[in-house]
């Protein structure tokens, strides 16, 4: 599977754990679904970085 693939699965289960955290308010699974998806929105950046010096 690539990376951007991967990374999407990532962000939606990062935007799942949010939702959950919102719905049941749960300030910590809230937190830990905030911090997935800035981590997988890094690891994005970094691809495209990657991708820009490979040209």
Known sequence: MGDRAKHLGQ?????????????RRDKPLESEGKRERRLVQLKTAGDHLKKAFKR
């Open 11 to 23: 962000n939606l289960g990062g935007h799942a754990k949010e939702l959950a955290g919102r719905a």
